[in-house]
């Protein structure tokens, strides 16, 4: 068990910490173990998932995850993300920080950035287009859970040989509760996989708040380990 810095525990109250990474990358996972251990710390915390995490939110993400994306234009995939998003942060997020908690979440603008950005959208743009749709709402840190996408392949069961392979399979399935079943965009080739690790990786690069990457090893006691090493060297 981590023992926690009174100093570190104050710096973290208020704040929005976003996981996110390649597919496979444990940021569920990691969400999750960090969560327990503020709220053992006596913090007030919140989960969000993105796309998701309200009723309308869930709506859009069954829309975009839950068929074919082949046709979508990736600016029509880019709003939808950005619909439901502006959902979380007016209903979960704007008025868990107004009450001083801790908001955690799993995936965000960052994940629109490197997934719509695989898919031929500008980056700058989408990172524009999230000014409108969430403010000033933006993660206090990111941490990205970095990892080979074979590797992260295997951890979900898929092979990387078998990506893009399963498109009209599973085009109109409702796959938002069965996140070990491939969605839309899971189901795209190894080549556009590959491309979204590249942006998780340039994001410190471009994106407006503080980015951190992280490797997402095989041990998560270790991942975790470095997951505090990440918020200690962090400048709240």
């Known amino acids: 068990?981590?023992?926690?810095?009174?100093?570190?525990?104050?710096?973290?109250?208020?704040?929005?910490?976003?996981?996110?990474g390649p597919d496979g990358c444990g940021k569920s996972t990691q969400r999750a173990l960090l969560g327990e251990a503020l709220r053992d710390a006596g913090l007030v915390v919140t989960y969000g998932k993105d796309p998701g995490g309200t009723e309308i939110g869930d709506r859009i993400r069954h829309e975009v995850l839950g068929h074919d994306l082949s046709k979508m234009d990736p600016r029509c995939e880019t709003f939808l993300?950005?619909?439901?998003?502006?959902?979380?942060?007016?209903?979960?997020?704007?008025?868990?920080?107004?009450?001083?908690?801790?908001?955690?979440?799993?995936?965000?603008?960052s994940?629109?950035?490197?997934?719509?950005?695989?898919?031929?959208?500008?980056?700058?743009?989408?990172?524009?287009?999230?000014g409108y749709a969430i403010g000033d709402t933006w993660p206090d840190l990111t941490i990205?859970?970095?990892?080979?996408?074979?590797?992260?392949?295997?951890?979900?069961?898929?092979?990387?040989?078998?990506?893009?392979?399963?498109?009209?399979k599973h085009?109109?399935?409702?796959?938002?509760?069965?996140?070990?079943?491939?969605?839309?965009?899971?189901?795209?080739?190894?080549?556009?996989h590959r491309r979204v690790r590249e942006n998780f990786l340039k994001l410190p690069e471009v994106y407006p708040?503080?980015?951190?990457?992280?490797?997402?090893?095989?041990?998560?006691?270790?991942?975790?380990?470095?997951v505090w090493e990440v918020l200690r060297s962090v400048d709240f």
Request: hydrophobic share 40%; net charge neutral.
């Open 209 to 226: 708040r503080p980015v951190r990457t992280s490797p997402a090893g095989e041990d998560p006691e270790r991942v975790r380990a470095d």
């Open 111 to 130: 994940a629109t950035c490197a997934y719509q950005g695989a898919a031929g959208y500008d980056i700058s743009r989408i990172i524009e287009l999230a």
């Open 81 to 109: 993300f950005m619909a439901s998003r502006a959902q979380l942060v007016g209903e979960v997020i704007e008025p868990a920080l107004r009450r001083n908690e801790v908001v955690l979440c799993d995936r965000f603008v």
């Open 144 to 168: 990205v859970l970095d990892i080979d996408v074979a590797k992260g392949f295997a951890r979900t069961g898929r092979k990387s040989h078998h990506a893009g392979k399963n498109r009209k």
């Open 1 to 20: 068990m981590e023992t926690l810095d009174p100093n570190l525990l104050t710096r973290l109250t208020g704040k929005f910490i976003v996981f996110d």
């Open 171 to 192: 085009a109109g399935q409702q796959t938002l509760f069965v996140d070990a079943q491939p969605d839309a965009m899971e189901a795209r080739p190894i080549t556009f």
